[in-house]
């Protein structure tokens, strides 16, 4: 069965400095990968998801992520953040070959951005 | 399109009361999932439903049912409530655009906070 690591459970940074939010996943077939974000007392939205192709994949709000398969990971990444950034961020994974698709969530990093 | 749409927002139940999450999306999406969020935790899956009169259970579907009679709503049931219940429910929706849906993106309700004491 597939799961999915996310190491830091928050991460506190300032304004306009870089992030990097890690997940690693396990599974011994082939995935596809996402990260979701959660503002405060909202739903999950995607920011991005690698499903093929080029391993650096490029989001909304000025994310991207890279895919490393040697490494098993997929690390989500921002040069500049903002205050509005602060939210919790899921990784998931999907395995490829099954029939539907369901995803693996990892237990979030809450991004604290402050001034 | 107002998306995918959950009510109540907020519930407090006593242990061994029953009630029916509603959920509905408006985007025509034949697929439809329910999420329970604990705190500290991922999401987990309770049910989710391919199309209209189809369902089946996720990772922990224990002590609820489901239906699907419409593409627009899929109703969650607490039969009878318990402590271990308490969470964040999300419902979910995605449009197969690949044919079995993988690899979609799923469009996620604002949640219903629940309580049970």
């Known amino acids: 069965a597939q799961s999915v690591t996310q190491l830091d459970s928050q991460v506190p940074v300032f304004e306009e400095a870089p992030v990097e939010l890690r997940c690693n996943y396990s599974s011994s077939v082939s995935v596809y990968l996402f990260w979701y974000v959660q503002y405060p007392n909202q739903g999950l939205q995607l920011l991005l998801k690698?499903?093929?192709?080029?391993?650096l994949v490029k989001g909304i709000n000025g994310f991207e992520a890279e895919f490393n398969k040697s490494q098993t990971s997929f690390h989500l990444r921002k040069p500049s953040v903002h205050i509005s950034d602060t939210a919790e961020y899921f990784c998931a994974v999907s395995l490829m070959n099954t029939g539907f698709q369901k995803l693996v969530f990892g237990t979030g990093t809450r991004l604290l951005v402050s001034p | 399109n107002a998306g995918v749409t959950q009510t109540p927002k907020f519930r407090i139940l006593k242990i061994g009361q029953s009630m029916t999450l509603q959920c509905t999306q408006d985007m025509n999406h034949n697929y439809m999932y329910w999420y329970r969020q604990d705190p500290g935790m991922g999401l987990k899956l309770i049910y989710y439903?391919?199309?209209?009169?189809?369902?089946d259970k996720g990772e922990v579907p224990n002590g609820y049912n489901v239906s699907r009679s419409t593409t627009e709503d899929f109703p969650l049931r607490l039969e009878l409530a318990a402590p271990s219940q308490t969470s964040v429910y999300f419902c979910a929706s995605s449009y197969p655009m690949g044919g079995s849906g993988v690899g979609d993106e799923q469009y996620f309700g604002p949640g219903t906070r629940l309580t049970v004491t």
């Open positions: 690698y499903l093929s192709g080029s391993t």
């Open positions: 439903s391919v199309g209209a009169g189809i369902t």
